[in-house]
């Protein structure tokens, strides 16, 4: 049964470690170096608002997913002017930017990242928010779960660093 708890810094060891995994198999084939890991992995727990959620079974860290609140002129400068500009057609919600939502390899494909994904927005407790989310077209796990709590594409669409892929924009707007 998966078990879900806020990550916190003494979470950052499991996440360097199933970051690499993760991005180190399909869809993404990268071979990123422990540093490499540990930067973007640091990078994302100093944004604004980080947060995130750990799930394990049997105390083995199999997933994760983690977000933060950036602020429009954040969002400008890390995804790109289009995408404040939808982003400012929402300017009355609060801004959430969903970073990663990761299930090592060896537990894909048994139904771990709907509730990881889930989980991440029953915590929100913002009131009305908007999420914004990257996924690539050929990522097919994350896009169905995705839709699955109701996602919609964006027009906003990205080159991706693997040739002929591409990374789409997403959103979900959420009222409490």
């Known amino acids: 049964m998966l078990e879900l708890r806020p990550i916190d810094q003494t979470s950052y060891d499991d996440l360097v470690q199933m970051y690499k995994e993760s991005f ?20 994302h727990m100093g944004q604004r608002g980080f947060a995130g959620i750990l799930g394990s079974v049997d105390n083995e860290p199999v997933g994760a997913s983690w977000w933060n609140t950036p602020t429009l002129a954040e ?3 890390e995804k790109g002017p289009e995408v404040a500009r939808f982003a400012t057609s929402y300017a009355h919600h609060h801004l959430v930017w969903e ?12 139904g771990y990242s709907l509730p990881l ?10 009131g009305r928010t908007l999420v914004l989310t990257r996924m690539r077209d050929d990522n097919v796990g994350t896009l169905k779960t995705g839709e699955a709590v109701g996602f919609r594409p964006t ?10 892929a591409f990374h789409r924009v997403y959103y979900l707007l959420v009222e409490r």
Do not use: C, M, N
Not at 30 to 41: F, G, I, P, T, Y
Not at 99 to 110: A, D, I, M
Not at 117 to 124: D, E, H, N, P
């Open 99 to 110: 970073r990663e939502l990761l299930v090592r390899p060896r537990y894909q494909g048994r």
């Open 155 to 164: 027009s906003i669409v990205t080159p991706s660093k693997k040739e002929g």
């Open 24 to 43: 180190s198999g399909f869809p993404w084939f990268e071979d990123l170096s422990h540093s490499e890991v540990e930067a973007r992995v640091s990078k």
């Open 117 to 126: 994904r889930k989980a991440f927005l029953a915590s929100l407790e913002l």
């Open 75 to 77: 969002l400008a400068e």
